[in-house]
């Protein structure tokens, strides 16, 4: 009998938790762990309702469960900062040198940010299913949204940290040295302790400026407003690399200040935002840094002066390994071809990608979006040099690929001298003042793709590859498209 009892029982309590009222309500003044698990779908909308109140309510009936469930604050570093230190040690007795132990315990903190932000986005704040799956996450996170001021509830029980704490330990020594792995789990262990101290602290502590300040209107946002993002605790630095980080709602871009880093917390009204251009010969200003905003901007007759000479050195090399002139010339004449189709591939498929997150909008603003916002910026129409030079070695190597060493020169030349003609031939468009035929038609067909169907004539140097692949704008002004 007791045997049918113990195999049986869960399926009894699993019963009970299918068989209960469809508008079953939480009794507040009960044990409410093995309650929760009966609101079915409705545990959602309920455990995102706080009440805000320092009172801790009542989880089990029995007391131990109850007593591990609550922790206050001060035990946190009490327990785990002697335990940091000696892992620390360990790494001290092995002969690891001050530096390298320094470097040591500092990763490990920073990968700690990593695991509290990837722990609270995809575990804690998981969409639970089932009587059970309500009851743990309420255990696990939930008991936090719905009483965010329970002080006893705030940081993680030592119990099951310890139980945790042991995985992870044997994870960082698989990917460590055993010099190096104590120091770095050290690490983690301090980047906890600080997580968890700072979490206390931005719920009960009264920061009145400076950082505090900043994160706890930030964690409290996540509390009360959008709990679908701003998921780091210490740090808001993780959400904005992977675009989850909380901006006012209706955020607005003050173009009196840096864009770059403004333009990110658009979301998914950056890409009408960007479309609508602001036709001024001014140029914003990207970023507080003035080194960085001198690499941002450069003169139209930067680029020839750059780069003319080095596409003659390069048709020199293939003249020099046994190449005749007019074979060097159809070697150019490929060049030049091949660039087009770069010129269209890039423009068409990578500076019109669509973005919506943080870092997408900030380099797509950074690439292609700042000359779409603000099309009269002369220092901003060309190509850096310096990003130009970086981006120069791959296609050298991808051309060795699929060429001849004496070849390969020519074919580069030719295909360098197109991007010079192209980005020319670009400032021309915006700032020129076309009398003949072609320039004047090229010039209508490119401030077309600006000003009316952006989606359309992606070729800049020609429309070659906008008739082959079928994105000529239309001819008639019937429709603007964004």
Same mark, same amino acid.
């Given at each position: 009998?007791?045997?049918?009892?113990?195999?049986?029982?869960?399926?009894?309590?699993?019963?009970?938790?299918?068989?209960?009222?469809?508008?079953?309500?939480?009794?507040?003044?009960?044990?409410?762990?093995?309650?929760?698990?009966?609101?079915?779908?409705?545990?959602?909308?309920?455990?995102?309702?706080?009440?805000?109140?320092?009172?801790?309510?009542?989880?089990?009936?029995?007391?131990?469960?109850?007593?591990?469930?609550?922790?206050?604050?001060?035990?946190?570093? @009490?327990?785990?900062?002697? *335990? =940091?230190?000696? &892992? %620390?040690?360990?790494?001290? +007795?092995?002969? /690891?040198?001050?530096?390298? @132990?320094?470097?040591?315990? *500092? =990763?490990?903190? &920073? %990968?700690?940010?990593?695991? +509290?932000?990837? /722990?609270?986005?995809?575990?804690?704040?998981?969409?639970?299913?089932?009587?059970?799956?309500?009851?743990?996450?309420?255990?696990?996170?939930?008991?936090?949204?719905?009483?965010?001021?329970?002080?006893?509830?705030?940081?993680?029980?030592?119990?099951?940290?310890?139980?945790?704490?042991?995985?992870?330990?044997?994870?960082?020594?698989?990917?460590?040295?055993?010099?190096?792995?104590?120091?770095?789990?050290?690490?983690?262990?301090?980047?906890?302790?600080?997580?968890?101290?700072?979490?206390?602290?931005?719920?009960?502590?009264?920061?009145?400026?400076?950082?505090?300040?900043?994160?706890?209107?930030?964690?409290?946002?996540?509390?009360?407003?959008?709990?679908?993002?701003?998921?780091?605790?210490?740090?808001?630095?993780?959400?904005?690399?992977?675009?989850?980080?909380?901006?006012?709602?209706?955020?607005?871009?003050?173009?009196?200040?840096?864009?770059?880093?403004?333009?990110?917390?658009?979301?998914?009204?950056?890409?009408?935002?960007?479309?609508?251009?602001?036709?001024?010969?001014?140029?914003?200003?990207?970023?507080?840094?003035?080194?960085?905003?001198?690499?941002?901007?450069?003169?139209?007759?930067?680029?020839?002066?750059?780069?003319?000479?080095?596409?003659?050195?390069?048709?020199?090399?293939?003249?020099?390994?046994?190449?005749?002139?007019?074979?060097?010339?159809?070697?150019?004449?490929?060049?030049?071809?091949?660039?087009?189709?770069?010129?269209?591939?890039?423009?068409?498929?990578?500076?019109?990608?669509?973005?919506?997150?943080?870092?997408?909008?900030?380099?797509?603003?950074?690439?292609?979006?700042?000359?779409?916002?603000?099309?009269?910026?002369?220092?901003?129409?060309?190509?850096?040099?310096?990003?130009?030079?970086?981006?120069?070695?791959?296609?050298?190597?991808?051309?060795?690929?699929?060429?001849?060493?004496?070849?390969?020169?020519?074919?580069?030349?030719?295909?360098?001298?197109?991007?010079?003609?192209?980005?020319?031939?670009?400032?021309?468009?915006?700032?020129?003042?076309?009398?003949?035929?072609?320039?004047?038609?090229?010039?209508?067909?490119?401030?077309?793709?600006?000003?009316?169907?952006?989606?359309?004539?992606?070729?800049?140097?020609?429309?070659?590859?906008?008739?082959?692949?079928?994105?000529?704008?239309?001819?008639?002004?019937?429709?603007?498209?964004?």
């Amino acid at each position: 009998m007791m045997i049918i009892l113990i195999f049986t029982a869960p399926l009894i309590v699993v019963r009970r938790a299918k068989m209960v009222n469809q508008a079953f309500t939480v009794d507040l003044k009960k044990p409410l762990v093995f309650q929760v698990g009966h609101l079915g779908e409705a545990y959602e909308e309920w455990v995102h309702q706080p009440i805000v109140t320092n009172e801790t309510p009542r989880f089990f009936e029995n007391n131990l469960l109850e007593f591990l469930t609550r922790t206050a604050w001060w035990v946190i570093p @009490l327990i785990w900062l002697p *335990v =940091a230190c000696w &892992f %620390v040690s360990l790494s001290v +007795e092995v002969g /690891l040198p001050p530096h390298n @132990l320094a470097a040591s315990v *500092v =990763a490990g903190v &920073f %990968v700690w940010t990593l695991l +509290e932000y990837s /722990l609270h986005r995809f575990l804690f704040h998981i969409k639970p299913r089932g009587y059970w799956g309500n009851t743990f996450h309420y255990l696990m996170h939930g008991c936090h949204h719905k009483h965010p001021m329970d002080g006893l509830r705030l940081v993680f029980p030592p119990a099951a940290a310890a139980i945790l704490a042991v995985p992870l330990w044997n994870l960082v020594k698989l990917l460590a040295s055993e010099s190096y792995s104590p120091a770095l789990f050290g690490g983690g262990l301090l980047g906890y302790v600080i997580y968890d101290c700072t979490h206390y602290y931005l719920h009960h502590g009264k920061p009145l400026k400076g950082v505090t300040h900043g994160l706890k209107r930030y964690h409290m946002n996540h509390h009360y407003r959008i709990q679908d993002k701003g998921f780091g605790i210490t740090s808001p630095f993780w959400d904005t690399i992977f675009g989850t980080k909380m901006v006012a709602q209706g955020f607005t871009v003050d173009l009196d200040k840096p864009l770059v880093f403004q333009v990110g917390h658009l979301g998914e009204s950056y890409q009408e935002w960007v479309h609508q251009p602001i036709v001024s010969k001014e140029g914003p200003r990207f970023f507080e840094s003035d080194f960085w905003e001198f690499l941002t901007r450069n003169e139209w007759w930067v680029i020839p002066l750059i780069w003319l000479p080095v596409v003659c050195w390069f048709l020199s090399r293939s003249i020099v390994l046994g190449h005749t002139v007019p074979e060097v010339a159809l070697m150019t004449a490929f060049g030049i071809l091949i660039w087009t189709l770069l010129e269209y591939t890039l423009h068409r498929f990578l500076f019109h990608i669509k973005t919506k997150s943080y870092w997408g909008n900030t380099l797509h603003y950074l690439l292609h979006g700042c000359h779409h916002k603000h099309p009269m910026d002369g220092l901003r129409l060309v190509f850096p040099p310096t990003a130009t030079a970086i981006l120069l070695f791959p296609f050298w190597n991808l051309i060795k690929v699929f060429s001849t060493p004496s070849t390969t020169p020519g074919l580069f030349a030719g295909g360098l001298l197109g991007y010079v003609m192209y980005d020319v031939t670009h400032y021309y468009l915006h700032h020129g003042q076309p009398t003949s035929e072609v320039p004047k038609n090229l010039k209508k067909y490119h401030l077309n793709h600006h000003f009316r169907v952006q989606t359309k004539g992606f070729g800049i140097t020609s429309s070659l590859w906008d008739k082959v692949f079928g994105t000529l704008p239309p001819s008639k002004p019937a429709e603007k498209s964004r």
